[in-house]
């Protein structure tokens, strides 16, 4: 669990990923279009991935990826960044983050 909050808290965007998701692709794919940079995590290829994705779950994650965290707080999983997308509430999220205007 210490090591999925460092992580997470090192950067602003971070996502948790696995290499063969579709979805958290999709997700970087839509950071990417609004100026962000998300640090990624693959965690197939981390040794220590099953222990991150048993802690991904033990902090509120249906399935352990794609997990979003923004600022070091868990957003989810690419439902709840479409969300607040639609909703007008992850722009603001990341205009600290964002490197194109």
Known sequence: ???????????G?????KSSCC???AVTVLFQELG???TIYEI?????GREI???L?????NEPVPAIFI???LIGSMNEVMSLHLSGGLLPLLKPYQTLC
């Open 36 to 38: 962000v940079t998300p």
């Open 44 to 48: 197939d290829q981390d040794s220590e």
């Open 1 to 11: 669990m210490d090591k999925v909050t460092r992580l997470a808290s090192d950067k």
């Open 57 to 61: 779950m033990r902090l509120g994650c």
């Open 53 to 55: 994705e048993k802690a």
């Open 23 to 25: 979805m958290c692709y």
């Open 13 to 17: 965007v971070v996502l948790f990923s």
């Open 71 to 73: 600022g070091g707080r």
